[in-house]
């Protein structure tokens, strides 16, 4: 288990409890289980008082804890006969890019996600889940494919951003973000997508023009990163926390925007602590959101998910 | 040209600095440090007339130079809820931009106009870098929207100029869903089939290049326009290197594809005309600096 800097507290109290029962395992004539379970009892306790309030700031650790499921985990366990689709047929496959025909509920559909990577090896391989043109492009041509055989497309949200490198600026990433989101916003197929991590700004929309957006309770979504905010506005980097408060870049604060549809729970303490639950809850929301779709004709869906945007922000947070 | 020229010399110009420059009158060319007059510099479009460089003109005194005889009806844009977000960084965000207001004297970063350009009527847009660096906020997404619906009720072309460093940041993700909200807008411009022409000038970046920047019919570009989506520096300390001269300038982009045209400010005008006229089948326009049109002028 990988900790915060903010559960420290309760690594210490995690930490003991393990001691304690590997000193026990070591020495069968010690019977350490009641003071185990007691301290077993207290880490619940500051668990749950941890995570019943958390920051914006704690929040985008949270949303950032590489234990964190990812894209893969979803696919894996949410979908049946995935086959992954690669290429944008102009220059490269970008494996920051997730994306292919599935099964969801036995039902065909596209799915196109980021995917971070787990480990230093499949980290790098997956640009951290930075996307440059040729991810976009390939959610493009999936979009694209979607559309003509009437599949809904599923996406997951997790990227702290487009990628900022010189090839990446060279063939044109504003042009492919632009391209995407106006992909997204033209097909007559159900769009619905889901924040898992974190939602890095256009980066993030590229995929999430959506007739259905929702987030899960911990992850954020933001126009630009805390720690960026902080050292152009602030003049600080420092400043991340005040930064990431002010731009209420939450789940709590984004439904309160209007900006998204739904928040989904996660398991106490975060869906690190229990991958397969947290999953197993945006399956269970992902399946809502496409029958609140079913039924609806390719036009009604295009003009609602315009009519959408269009509305958006007609209120402030005060409203 | 005039008794003036005498004194863009660059070395009279040295001469010149180091006295006190009375505020307003002179201008100095940030490129090659020449003294400009205002005057003349903005005769030249606020052109260097030593250099070529290209400064930033506001919306205003672009529309004024760009449709005949200076004349154009502004077209309303809804406003937006004030402060969204209740940001405050350092300052409050009210703060923030009535001091933009105070400084340029417009509502917002964005200008929307319709009047006819070389008797060719049509919907501008332009974005006011002096207003917080025109970042792209709900006033400008209402604004792009508002002119798009313009354009397609009056079955006008729209031309954008572009010029931002931009999200607004105190907005949020309001802001960043401008990128979708103006989508929107463009898509509504080719379903009436009507020319989105877009003209991207100096700087145009982040969230602004990455949606109606980049979906344009026709995108000409102002000469060394800086114009990307994360900027030299980000990626410089991304990739630990060194950027090649010239990177992510109109000119570059043109190289790599993304622009059709990179155009001299002064002879934008012409060119706009050209290409709106040939993409709405229409004859070739009289050039020049035609006078306001006359409404309804008796046949004679
Ligand atoms: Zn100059």
């Not at chain 1, 959101?289 to 269009?310: C, N, T, V």
């Not at chain 2, 449709?67 to 502004?74: K, L």
């Not at chain 2, 729209?158 to 931002?164: C, G, H, T």
């Not at chain 2, 869903?177 to 463009?186: E, F, K, S």
Request: glycine letters at 8%; one cysteine or more.
């Amino acid at each position: 288990m990988n900790y915060l800097e903010f559960e420290k507290p309760l690594a210490e109290i995690e930490g003991k409890a393990e001691e304690l029962r590997a000193l026990a395992r070591a020495n069968s004539e010690m019977d350490v289980e009641k003071e185990a379970a007691a301290l077993d009892r207290k880490a619940e306790t500051m668990l749950r008082d941890l995570y019943k309030d958390l920051s914006a700031w704690r929040k985008t650790q949270v949303a950032r804890h590489p234990e964190r499921p990812h894209c893969k985990d979803y696919i894996e366990q949410l979908f049946t006969e995935f086959t992954p689709l690669a290429g944008d047929r102009n220059f490269a496959d970008d494996h920051a890019v997730m994306g292919g025909l599935a099964r969801f509920d036995g039902r065909p559909v596209v799915v196109i996600g980021h995917e971070k990577g787990h480990d230093t090896k499949s980290r790098i391989d997956r640009n951290f889940g930075m996307a440059r043109p040729e991810g976009y492009r390939k959610a493009i041509r999936l979009m694209d494919m979607a559309d003509r055989f009437g599949l809904p497309v599923i996406t997951l949200i997790d990227t702290p951003g487009a990628y900022p490198g010189k090839g990446a600026e060279e063939r044109g990433q504003s042009e492919a973000i632009a391209r995407s989101t106006q992909k997204c916003l033209e097909i007559g197929v159900p769009v619905i997508a889901t924040v898992i991590g974190e939602g890095g700004s256009g980066g993030a929309v590229a995929f999430a023009a959506a007739n259905r957006v929702a987030m899960l309770e911990h992850s954020v979504y933001s126009v630009i990163s805390p720690e960026g905010c902080a050292s152009i506005l602030w003049k600080d980097a420092e400043k991340m926390r005040e930064a990431a408060e002010a731009l209420r870049l939450t789940a709590q604060d984004l439904q309160k925007l209007g900006v998204i549809d739904r928040i989904i729970k996660e398991p106490m303490g975060g869906a690190q602590r229990a991958p397969s639950e947290a999953i197993d809850a945006v399956g269970k929301a992902i399946e809502t959101m496409l029958k609140e779709l079913s039924g609806k004709k390719p036009e009604a869906l295009i003009k609602d998910r315009r009519q959408k945007f269009l509305d958006m922000g007609t209120k402030g947070l005060a409203a | 040209m005039n008794w003036i020229s005498n004194y863009v010399r660059p070395k009279i110009n040295s001469l010149f600095s180091r006295r006190e420059v009375p505020e307003n009158l002179w201008t100095k060319c940030p490129e090659c440090g020449t003294m400009l007059f205002h005057r003349e510099l903005s005769d030249n479009l606020n052109v260097c007339s030593n250099c070529d460089h290209h400064m930033a003109i506001s919306p205003r005194d672009r529309f004024t130079a760009l449709f005949d005889g200076g004349i154009f009806t502004e077209v309303k844009v809804p406003e937006p809820v004030v402060d969204p977000l209740q940001f405050r960084d350092q300052k409050k965000y009210p703060d923030r931009l009535k001091g933009a207001q105070k400084a340029t004297g417009e509502k917002e970063a964005m200008l929307v106009a319709e009047g006819e350009i070389a008797r060719t009527p049509v919907v501008c847009a332009g974005q006011d870098f002096a207003f917080m660096a025109g970042s792209m906020g709900m006033y400008v997404g209402n604004a792009i929207v508002a002119a798009a619906q313009r354009a397609v009720e009056l079955k006008r072309p729209l031309i954008l100029f572009s010029a931002a460093g931009g999200a607004r940041m105190q907005e949020g993700i309001l802001s960043l869903m401008q990128m979708p909200r103006t989508t929107v807008a463009v898509q509504m411009l080719k379903e009436a089939n009507l020319p989105y022409i877009v003209v991207l000038t100096h700087p145009t970046t982040g969230g602004v290049t990455a949606s109606y920047a980049m979906l344009g019919d026709v995108h000409i570009a102002e000469p060394n326009a800086l114009i990307c989506f994360a900027g030299p520096r980000v990626i410089e300390q991304t990739i630990r290197e060194k950027l090649p001269e010239g990177f992510q300038r109109a000119e570059y982009l043109l190289d790599h594809g993304m622009l059709d045209r990179v155009t001299h400010r002064k002879e934008m005008k012409d060119e706009l005309v050209t290409i709106l006229r040939m993409l709405t089948n229409q004859p070739p326009a009289v050039k020049g600096d035609l006078p306001a049109p006359v409404e309804e002028a008796p046949a004679s």
